[in-house]
């Protein structure tokens, strides 16, 4: 009855667009508390991108990145790949990284993973240097081994790559300016989206045991970025639980 109660109450915080600073600590609280509550394993770090005030739960915790990985294989591409590359492939590479971004496409990302194998293979782990990801690995043997997934990043460390593709200072502005394009028409808004009246430009990712989102929402007056990490056989439970928090978190944010 609980579960069913929380959309109710998710729609009615939405609706409440004078939200005040006075009403973020009881709020803050109501989502402490359902993050403790989550059958599973959560993380979450959101943070005010003007203000600074952040929220965060297990936010260091290493959770398998699922398709937020792309984000990652995107920047690699284009900071790494595209600037010498002939208009063409630069073409191939707009092409490929629209299909992963906006659709998740898996055949796209397999090609580009197999492109740096061969000609970039520390690609990677440069974007990883350069973001100061410590604990993310993409297509990584070593992370296989010991988190038994490819492409592990915990959900503070995901939220600083979608920093860097929101400040626009990582990669050239016309090629970043693109992926955040892509970021905003995707095909899926179920989770961070669901109950916002904003855009949202955000990257979801789905396992067997594993649903993630990474978003801006974007109001025209205080971006809030959310990065938000589950581990549940119940993929729609999971999906709800996201939704819930992640619109309580954007109310919470607010000034």
């Known amino acids: 009855m609980l579960r069913k109660l929380i959309p109710i109450c998710t729609a009615l915080i939405i609706a409440l667009s004078g939200v005040t600073a006075s009403a973020s600590p009881a709020l803050e609280k109501e989502i402490m508390n ?14 005010n991108l003007k203000t600074n005030k952040t929220i965060k739960y297990n936010q260091d915790t290493v959770f398998p990145t699922a398709s937020t990985s792309k984000l990652i294989v995107a920047l690699a591409t284009y900071k790494y790949l595209y600037p010498k590359a002939p208009s063409y492939k630069q073409n191939e590479y707009d092409q490929a990284i629209d299909l992963m971004i ?12 197999n492109e ?35 492409s592990v990043t915990t959900p503070y460390e995901m939220s600083k790559v979608l920093e860097s593709i929101y400040k626009e200072k990582y990669v050239d502005k016309k090629n970043v300016r693109r992926l955040k394009n892509n970021l905003a028409n995707t095909i899926f808004h179920d989770e961070i989206p669901r109950y916002m009246q904003v855009p949202v ?8 045991d594993v649903l993630c989102d990474v978003g801006i929402v974007q109001d025209g007056h205080e971006p809030i970025l959310i990065s938000f990490y589950t581990r549940t ?8 639980f996201i939704a819930n928090v992640s619109a309580k978190l954007y109310n919470a944010l607010r000034r």
């Open 102 to 113: 906006k659709v998740s496409d898996n055949n796209t990302f397999n090609k580009l993973l």
């Open 233 to 240: 056989g119940n993929h729609s439970y999971s999906s709800d």
């Open 34 to 47: 359902d993050l403790k509550q989550f059958n599973g394993q959560v993380g979450v770090y959101a943070k």
């Open 201 to 208: 430009f955000h990257k979801v990712g789905e396992l067997d």
């Open 116 to 150: 740096f194998d061969t000609t970039k293979k520390d690609g990677f782990n440069k974007v990883q240097r350069d973001l100061r990801l410590s604990k993310t690995k993409i297509h990584n043997e070593q992370a296989f081994k010991k988190y038994n997934y490819h």
